[in-house]
């Protein structure tokens, strides 16, 4: 995974007052956890959107009270109106311990359906993974360039080093959907062919 830096400071109180003072000043309350204790702290929206708010998975340097802590976004709060962050909570990573998270999904190559009028539909733009810290990689790439219209990749297709994806093996990660002007194309090709047989035909 990427890596990336982020500060917080110590909560004083922990209700829900606490924390509603705390984004009318433009700082998120959170809890860090998977340590000897929970760690409940504040850091500042702005700061947290741009790690939230894009396509990439991040291994935190988090630092609070002096102390640096290897962690991960666990889970995060959004408010249903706003899509603001309300509430982030923050997983402690050991070297032996499992871990889940989402990478992004990015595709290589450019597959024979669409060149030939077909659509890249992707379901999974963000995969769940799970796996040691350490072994997970920034991504999950897969090469499309054999897909052709109909095709799909599905998660028992897809091999992730070091990592299990936690879904059903039948799922649907990507798949190339026809389009209304492929199916023209076929039909408008479909009737040339038809035409050229009964201009044979005539001429015999």
Known sequence: ???ASLSGSPREGVGKKDAAELRAKGQV???LYGGTEQVHFHVNEIQLNKLVFTPETYRLNFEIGGKTHD??????????????IVHIDLLQVSSDRPIRVKLPVR???TSIGVRNGGRLHVVYRRLPVFGIADQIPEDVSLDISDLEIGDSLRVADLSVDGCTIPLNDSAVVLGIRRTRAAMSAEAEEVEGEGEATEESAAEE
């Open 107 to 109: 595709t290589t190559g």
């Open 1 to 3: 995974m990427k890596t």
């Open 71 to 84: 962690c991960v976004v666990q889970d995060i709060q959004f408010h249903p109106v706003t899509d603001r």
């Open 29 to 31: 309350p959170g809890v």
